[in-house]
């Protein structure tokens, strides 16, 4: 007798690929909704989870266990989300590109400090927390209710952090120079706001890299001023740096005196620059390069003001090696 092959019963299946689209399905439901509850549950920024009231700067902060929700998520998913909970070892909080910590109280050594998108945190000044204020070494007695700090923190092997530094940054205003008065300027800000800027006899201002006086102050120069807020919109400096807008000429070398450098553009307009003994005179494979070496031919761009007559005083002036003609090549004597 001939047995005859058995078809596969349409009702089976492989119990293995189920047990592992189950697992998958179950991640993913997971994952998904430790998002949701992510979304909905308030917590601190990244990498920096909240402390409770009196936590000490010196000693282990824990986070709050209210705004840290404790998910077991399978290691795919707890790789994933561990930055959002405090996943940094160590770092700054109120740096560059973050929202400003700001003090709101001081008793004593401990400080409340808080930030315009909500997160809080108390601490207390330890005697082993580096406290800075405008780059200086400072102590508790130097900070001020309204002060913006940085902290620095690291975490611990058992998941708890310490602060080790404390910074106030010296506050800094940038913007355009509006009005210009005896004592204090208008600054209009990237955000469209104005900041009054007050200025004094021990007011420093600089002009690019060289010293300059309030004299320097136009409307429409763009500034940067380092000093400390004032009620309102006052904001009083202690430094004062005006940004040297450079403009710029290059083209072909078609003329050259003791002192000056005629060029033809690339719209083929001419341009004359002046070169000084300040000047800095740069001439490519010349190691002591003056302007006798710059030859009708080469390649010059040079950075400086314009004056009325187009001339440009140049700060810094940069010549090539001359434009080389191809040649064609010779052609062949037939044989």
């Not at 189950?22 to 949701?36: E, H, N, P, Q, R």
């Not at 509850?37 to 009231?53: D, H, I, R």
């Not at 709101?104 to 000044?125: E, N």
């Not at 919109?233 to 430094?239: E, I, P, R």
């Amino acid at each position: 007798m001939i047995d005859e092959p058995h078809s596969p019963s349409p009702t089976r299946r492989p119990i293995g690929l189920v047990r592992v689209a189950i697992l998958v399905g179950a991640c993913l439901a997971l994952g998904l909704s430790a998002v949701v509850v992510l979304a909905a549950s308030p917590s601190p920024p990244a990498g920096e989870p909240a402390a409770s009231p009196g936590a000490s700067a010196g000693a282990s902060l824990q986070p709050d266990k209210a705004t840290q929700p404790k998910l077991k998520l399978p290691g795919l998913f707890r790789l994933g989300f561990g930055s959002l909970f405090g996943g940094r070892s160590e770092g700054l909080r109120g740096g560059a590109g973050r929202a400003p910590i700001t003090i709101t109280k001081i008793d004593g050594s401990a400080l409340d400090l808080r930030t315009d998108d909500g997160w809080t945190r108390t601490i207390t000044v330890g005697s082993d927390t580096k406290i800075t204020k405008g780059g200086q070494a400072a102590t508790v007695s130097d900070l001020k209710v309204g002060d913006h700090v940085v902290l620095r923190q690291k975490r611990n092997d058992d998941g708890t952090y310490t602060v080790t530094a404390i910074a106030v940054p010296t506050p800094v205003v940038a913007g355009t120079v509006g009005a210009v008065g005896d004592s204090s300027f208008t600054l209009k800000l990237r955000d469209g706001s104005t900041r009054t800027v007050k200025v004094s006899g021990i007011t420093t201002f600089k002009v690019g890299g060289a010293d300059g006086s309030k004299k320097d102050l136009k409307a429409g120069s763009f500034v940067v001023a380092a000093g400390s807020e004032g009620p309102g919109d006052a904001f009083t400096a202690t430094s004062v740096r005006i940004q040297v807008r450079l403009d710029r000429v290059g083209g072909e070398v078609t003329k050259v005196t003791k002192d000056t450098i005629t060029v033809k553009q690339r719209d083929g307009t001419s341009a004359t620059i002046s070169v000084g003994s300040d000047t800095k005179l740069t001439i490519r494979g010349d190691s002591t390069p003056t302007i006798g070496e710059v030859k009708v031919g080469m390649r010059v761009v040079a950075v400086g003001t314009l004056g009325a007559d187009g001339t440009l005083d140049a700060s810094a002036v940069f010549a090539g090696a001359p434009k080389v003609k191809a040649t064609p090549a010779p052609t062949a004597n037939p044989g």
